[in-house]
């Protein structure tokens, strides 16, 4: 697993703007070496923010939409197109924008869907189609993913797992549902610690006020239990991207970042 790495941006609007800049750089290098990307989306206001920047982004163009798998790392268990579902939101801030393989958009499942209100049964349902979708060289029954991102919760909670919920205790299964979430709804259905891990890369996104707590606890040796984000780790590489408000509460070593 990598060791977290933090670049800091002005403020929340250019950290959307890096970051999709960057999210556009990765996909179009991962579809140039292997043909194909995947990326796992988050919801919440700062991976809504990239979204909308992608969507503004001229060079949006230069990915091929066709051959990027999307997947999301938490959803909100409400019934298909309710506003509150992440997907909803990513639909308006970018998806409906872009000529994607509707094939390769792998929303989590509705709870008007076919498994109804069960929503450990719609949690094995994703688990399957992640499972169908990973080669034998791949971690955790899930794909490779190339960006996995992730908002962080002031809380530090990430994708649906919520600090001391059975949900981040879990260490077999790739995706669980969630009951009695502090943040409502109160039922989710949620990746796991080893599904997130078992990514490339691992993006957390984290600008505001309100996330400098979180960042700073997650960063500074917390237990994964306590803190869900601080056990969100990449194979390859871990990247923390904040604004300077998320970033405010940093211990000295880590921001401004010490030299080598
Ligand atoms: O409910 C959720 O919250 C987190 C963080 O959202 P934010 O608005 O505080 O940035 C998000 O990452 C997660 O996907 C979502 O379901």
């Known amino acids: 697993m990598s060791t977290p790495q933090l ?6 609007d250019l950290m959307a703007q890096a970051a999709a800049a960057r999210l556009i750089t990765k996909v179009v290098d991962a579809q140039a070496s292997r043909g194909h990307a995947s990326v796992v989306l988050t919801g919440g206001r700062n991976g809504n923010g990239l979204l909308a920047a992608l969507a503004a982004a001229p060079a949006r163009d230069a990915v091929d ?10 959803e909100r268990f409400l019934p298909e197109g309710d506003p509150e579902r992440n997907v909803t ?29 069960d929503v450990e049964a719609a949690a094995e ?16 029954s899930v794909p490779s ?8 919760g002031p809380d530090t909670h990430v994708a649906s797992l919520f600090p001391e919920l059975p949900a981040v205790r879990e260490t077999e299964r790739t995706v669980v549902g969630v009951r009695g979430a502090p943040k409502p709804p109160p039922v989710r259905v949620t990746l796991t610690l080893p599904a997130i ?9 984290a600008a505001g006020e309100d996330k400098a707590e979180a960042a700073a606890i997650a960063l500074s040796g917390a237990g994964e ?9 990449g194979r390859a590489r871990t990247l923390w991207l904040l604004d300077a408000a998320a970033a405010s509460q940093l211990p000295r ?3 401004p970042p010490a030299s080598p």
Not at 65 to 73: A, I, T
Not at 125 to 140: Q, T
Not at 145 to 152: K, S
């Open 225 to 233: 239990i306590q803190a869900p984000a601080a056990g969100a780790l």
């Open 125 to 140: 349902a994703y688990a399957a189609e992640l499972a169908s979708a990973a080669g034998p060289e791949n971690h955790a």
């Open 197 to 205: 891990r078992a990514a490339r890369e691992v993006w957390l996104l």
């Open 89 to 117: 939101q990513a639909r308006e801030a970018l998806l409906d924008a872009v000529p994607l393989d509707p094939k390769r958009v792998h929303a989590m499942p509705a709870s008007d869907g076919p498994w109804g209100a």
């Open 65 to 74: 939409w066709s051959r990027l798998d999307l997947w999301w790392g938490d």
């Open 145 to 152: 993913f190339d960006v996995l991102m992730l908002g962080v």
């Open 7 to 12: 670049v800091v941006h002005r403020d929340k």
């Open 253 to 255: 070593a880590l921001y």
